[in-house]
């Protein structure tokens, strides 16, 4: 194994459950907030592997793999997706077409993360696929958020409803769930938006 493993994480408390959990193992770990952090620590640690979540800030998991694959020095580093979020078939065939190596599902099972990251050092993937146009990327990956985005609006609507009815003994649960759902339906309109910007750019510089 050559270099480290990179783990990308925006939440605090699942980074440090998967840094403790590879380095039980043995494994040398550094790790990032988002992928902006992560395209920073990649020339210098030049990782054997990168794991990373996709809803992230300031750059998210879908668009720090196309960066990688999209540059000569990082394009072969393996890459292993997690989400919680982006679960849909065609949300795991988009990460899969960007070159991931594979997809787990949060909350991930320990024992089949472990297996999973020991099967990606040990196998050889050969050339991974050509990187993806930019312009088919961005066109994706709005597809991809206007989906997410329809179906937190229509979370939202039915929790505000039930709360509408429900009994005050139960409200504070569900109200905390609707700033949750607020809060990542504010995240997912952010990175809407800023692919609509990279689009019209993209756009008119071609």
């Known amino acids: 194994m050559n270099g480290p493993i990179l783990v990308v994480e925006d939440v605090p408390n699942i980074l440090e459950l998967l840094d403790v959990t590879l380095r039980f193992k043995g494994y040398p770990v550094v790790t990032a907030g988002n992928g902006e952090e992560a395209l920073q620590i990649v020339p210098q640690e030049k990782p054997a592997l990168v794991i990373t979540d996709i809803m992230m800030p300031k750059m998210d998991g879908y668009t720090l793999a196309f960066n990688l694959r999209r540059n000569p020095e990082t394009s072969q580093i393996p890459i292993i997706f997690l989400s919680a979020t982006y ?9 899969m077409s960007l070159g991931a190596v594979r997809f787990m599902e949060k909350p991930v099972d320990t024992e089949d993360f472990l ?4 099967e990606v ?4 993937h050969g050339d991974l696929s050509s990187p993806m146009d930019k312009q088919q990327f961005l066109k994706g990956y709005r597809r991809r958020l206007e989906v ?5 609006n229509a979370q939202i609507v039915r929790n505000e409803r039930l709360l509408e009815t429900l009994p005050n003994s139960l409200k504070t649960s569900f109200e905390g769930m609707l700033q949750d759902n607020c809060a990542q339906r504010d995240q997912i309109q952010w990175e809407l938006d800023e692919i609509y910007s990279r689009l019209e750019k993209s756009i008119n510089d071609s």
């Open 87 to 95: 679960v849909t078939p065609e949300d795991k065939a988009f990460a």
């Open 115 to 118: 297996l999973t990251v020991a």
């Open 121 to 124: 050092l040990t196998n050889s």
């Open 148 to 152: 997410k985005l329809g179906h937190k």
